[in-house]
């Protein structure tokens, strides 16, 4: 996007008041069709989070190649069934909702539709015991940690299932498979360490990081393959789903995934700028408007503090786009009801004229807005509710 593209947003949006946020629909739909095409035509599962909007959501799963969604919690799952958004849920982490699984298994669409997530004998022992023995057939997912663990005590990705080798793999399945009222459906294995962690930022880690996930694919390849026949050998597999925007083609390059999952590549948020394998379009912005002008190089804006979740760090932050040049004050940041830009733009800002943002995670700037302003050819061709402005909520 060039520095033009500030005007045709601000001319897009004039009849509106910011803080508003649009979606550029030429963007969003360029940056699917680069996904499937690193994709090569294997199934993308559509993660949800990344997007909170139904409408979006919808767009997505349009597109063939793309298949099924990727739900953060139970409760949406059921939902999108309710909503008739799609009929092949996946619930990517382990649902302790007692409410959720008693309407879960008193839907037989739903039941049908949705597969949650386990990775332990306590997570059916919970399930159990909130819907009773006997209980209706629930299909469950089998969660392998896909980590790198190169020593004793190292561990580099994110801390989730405590299924790490193919032997803890066929141990649970058989766990699943000797309980009435499961269905061993799938199994699935998230490589965040390559996924989710950019390998071309510009800094000095950049080669090591490279490293890492070279080492950190070939280690999990010959894992996950092992641990995917020892499972097959006990329950027939529907799928076996791995990866995320950050590494479709480097998962689906493994015989054994049948699928891979994505979200975060539609919007192209900040945090997925430092990649060598993919560049995103940004396709979602946020506007602030000026409020202060307390000196000549500075603007304050109103609100801003839209933090994405993590560890803290400027990473976090989201960040100035439009006008190009703009940068945040170290000292403030972005702040609740104030944010204040420097730079050179900043001598030409006036009160009401408008700073664009990019978000640092995708799905999160839709839980600060209760609709999107959908932007093609230069106009708002539509206003569509986010999960917020549904009244949905789910943590």
């Not at 408008?354 to 700037?365: C, T, Y």
């Amino acid at each position: 996007m060039s520095t033009s593209s500030a005007v045709t947003f601000d001319l897009a949006t004039k009849d509106l008041d910011p803080p508003l946020a649009v979606i550029d629909l030429a963007a969003f739909d360029a940056n699917a069709d680069d996904l499937l095409r690193r994709a090569e035509g294997r199934p993308i599962r559509l993660v949800s989070k990344s997007l909170r909007c139904r409408y979006l959501i919808e767009r997505a799963l349009a597109k063939p190649g793309f298949s099924g969604l990727m739900c953060y919690s139970l409760a949406e799952a059921l939902w999108h069934v309710e909503s008739g958004t799609c009929d092949d849920i996946l619930v990517a982490y382990p649902t302790a909702d007692r409410g959720a699984l008693r309407r879960l298994a008193a839907d037989e669409r739903a039941r049908a539709a949705i597969t949650i997530m386990v990775d332990s004998a306590a997570h059916l022992d919970f399930v159990t015991a909130v819907l009773g023995p006997g209980h209706p057939e629930i299909r469950v997912c089998l969660e392998l940690d896909a980590s790198w663990r190169p020593l004793r005590l190292v561990h580099v990705g994110t801390r989730r299932s405590p299924v790490f080798t193919p032997r803890q793999a066929a141990a649970l399945a058989r766990s699943v498979v000797a309980r009435p009222g499961f269905r061993l459906v799938g199994l699935m294995a998230y490589e965040g360490q390559i996924a989710g962690l950019p390998d071309a930022t510009g800094k000095r880690t950049d080669a090591l990081v490279r490293w890492m996930q070279r080492r950190s694919a070939r280690e999990l390849a010959r894992r996950r393959a092992e641990a995917v026949r020892a499972v097959r050998a006990i329950a027939e597999l529907e799928f076996v789903n791995g990866g995320g925007s950050g590494s479709i083609e480097l998962t689906l390059a493994e015989p054994a995934v049948t699928e891979a999952a994505a979200g975060s590549g539609l919007i192209g948020s900040t945090l997925f700028d430092g990649y060598t394998r993919f560049r995103p379009r940004p396709a979602a912005l946020f506007a602030l408007p000026v409020v202060h002008k307390p000196t000549a190089r500075i603007a304050t804006l109103f609100a801003g503090g839209y933090i994405a979740s993590g560890p803290p760090s400027a990473s976090r932050l989201p960040s100035p786009y439009l006008p190009a040049g703009l940068r945040l004050l170290p000292v403030e940041g972005a702040g609740e009801v104030q944010t204040p830009v420097t730079g050179k733009p900043a001598r030409d800002l006036r009160i009401g004229d408008r700073v664009w943002f990019r978000h640092a995670k995708a799905g999160e700037l839709a839980e600060r807005f209760t609709e999107y302003h959908i932007v093609e050819d230069g106009r708002v061709v539509r206003t569509v509710p986010t999960y917020r402005g549904e009244q949905q909520n789910f943590g």
